[in-house]
């Protein structure tokens, strides 16, 4: 059973606009949150996390919000580069516990 | 240094073959991890070492044997592989058990 869901497989969008990836989980219990940035051939690297007491956290142009209630978090790029075109995973856990990743959303930015 | 090393990127084997993959970091972590990804799927967890223990084996076949020779070095020791074992094959490491974890770029393994 996905206890992490990335809904969209696919995102395009322009360059210097606002990219939204989005991520749904199925347990209450998550309480750390990461996103990761993949490239082909490489493996995942980390972006930036955020724990259960805040509900946004922000490093250069990316954010990332998290809805509690909603059992949602959401990654903002802002502005959009063609080197940000990669597959974005979030990953979810309970703290001192295994990490869930979703399926992924692949991003391509437009040039 | 800041990365997780990963050797080779690239292997090919037989099903009788017997080879290793090998992971290395040296940012005094202490905890590392091996992850099995197939394409367009996330990663999935295969084992957790932690202070140089094995503390999670997630019910993955004898065929795969992991090796913590000390707390800079993973290794995973494959034998008699099935062609649905390949996979790109992660390595990660955290500075204690499921802190945030960094990956290595991996080891693409073809397995004919």
């Known amino acids: 059973d996905q206890q992490v869901k990335q809904n969209s497989p696919s995102l395009s969008v322009q360059e210097g606009r606002i990219s939204i990836l989005n991520c749904d989980y199925t347990?209450?219990?998550?309480?750390?949150f990461l996103w990761y940035k993949k490239y082909p051939a490489e493996g995942p690297t980390f972006l930036i996390s955020?724990?259960?007491?805040?509900d946004k956290n922000e490093d250069g142009r990316f954010t990332v919000f998290l809805n509690k209630s909603a059992k949602h978090l959401s990654l903002h790029i802002v502005p959009s580069q063609p080197g940000d075109s990669a597959v974005y995973f979030c990953?979810?856990?309970?703290?001192?516990?295994?990490?869930?990743f979703g399926t992924g959303t692949s991003l391509t930015v437009i040039p | 240094d800041t990365e997780v090393t990963q050797t080779p990127k690239h292997l090919v084997m037989g099903m009788t073959n017997k080879k290793s993959l090998k992971c290395e970091q040296h940012?005094?972590?202490?905890?590392m991890y091996w992850y099995k990804q197939k394409a367009k799927k996330p990663p999935e967890l295969m084992f957790v070492?932690?202070?140089?223990?094995?503390?999670i084996n997630e019910s993955v076949p004898s065929r795969f044997s992991p090796e913590c020779p000390n707390s800079s070095l993973l290794n995973l020791h494959l034998h008699a592989l099935q062609p649905e074992d390949s996979a790109l094959y992660l390595c990660?490491?955290?500075?204690?058990?499921?802190?945030?974890?960094?990956f290595g770029p991996g080891t693409r393994l073809t397995v004919l």
């Open positions: 990660a490491s955290s500075p204690g058990p499921w802190d945030t974890q960094y």
């Open positions: 347990n209450s219990m998550f309480d750390y």
């Open positions: 955020i724990s259960s007491i805040k």
């Open positions: 990953a979810a856990s309970k703290s001192g516990n295994q990490f869930y």
């Open positions: 940012m005094g972590h202490r905890a």
């Open positions: 070492y932690s202070y140089e223990k094995l503390s």
